[in-house]
Structure formats: structure tokens, C-alpha cells
């Protein structure tokens, strides 16, 4: 009779807890920290203005880019969890989507990775491929030559005979 009534506490105590704690889903967390950029769409060798929110204060937070191999860059979160740094994007920057993450610990000593996107661009202006207008150009002036001095005009009569000139 007790371990029935023992099976029974049991039972009764797993669907209270089961009814009473708040059910929890995976996903992402809310209320972390945001990443901003001064500028969007970098070239390469550029730099652009990082900053970030949600950092525990005191601790190292990393910069990269995914197109790229390698650390962009170090800050250190300030009191209030924010870090606000400077970032040259590299010559060899693919160009190009990329994404850059911010890593490091929140608040709470769990790790965490903030991305946004980046639209990298090359050095000025790219020149267009040369295009060969001038050769096309003369190759078609000679084909309309070669057509107009070939042209037979057919009489009336049917007789086949060649224009003069």
C-alpha cells in the first residue's frame, strides 16, 4: 500500500510541476545584444565603424567576415556591454556578399554570435572589358561592299544579268 501511495505523490507531483512551469522552446534567444555598421557596402582596404550591444563588460569580443580568412578585429565591452570599434576590410576581400559576426560572452557568460550583412565592392571603378566595335565595324562596311558588287539583277524576260555601275 505505500509504494502505491508513494507511485501515486509521484505521479500527482510530476503533472503538477508539468502543468505549472512555464513550457520553454528552442529558438532564438530574446532580448540579445544588435550589431550596426557605419557603412554597408565597404571596398576593400575601407574602413567602417563597428558597434555592437549585449556584451558582458569586460570581456574580449571578436570581429570577422565570412569571406574572409582570419580576425578583423578585437574590442573590449565597456560598463554598460557595448563595444564600439574601427575595421579595415582587407585588400583580398572577396568581392561581394559576406557576413560579419561579432562574437564573445553575454551578460550571462553564455557565447553568443551577432551577424549582419556586407555588400564588399572593389578599389574605384572597374573599366568595362575593351569590346571590339572598330574591327566589327570595318568587318561589316567589307561584307556590304562585297554584296553591292556582287548584285545580278534579273531582267523582265528572266534573263540573268549583272548590274553596272
Known sequence: MRAGLRAGFFVVGAFALAVLLPATTAGAATGVGR???SNPTPTRTSSINVTSTGWRPGSVVTITLSTTHGLLGRAT?????????????????????????????????????????LSVGSLGHTPAPPRPWLAV????????????ASVRVVAPDGRLTVAQG
Open 77 to 117: 565591452a565597456d560598463a554598460s556591454g557595448a563595444i564600439r570599434t574601427a575595421i579595415s576590410i582587407p585588400s583580398e576581400a572577396p568581392v561581394g556578399f559576406g557576413v560579419l559576426s561579432v562574437n564573445g560572452l553575454t551578460p550571462g557568460g553564455v557565447p553568443q554570435e551577432i551577424v549582419t550583412a
Open 137 to 148: 565595324s570595318l568587318l561589316m562596311a567589307i561584307a556590304t561592299l562585297c554584296l553591292l
Open 35 to 37: 550589431v550596426t555598421v
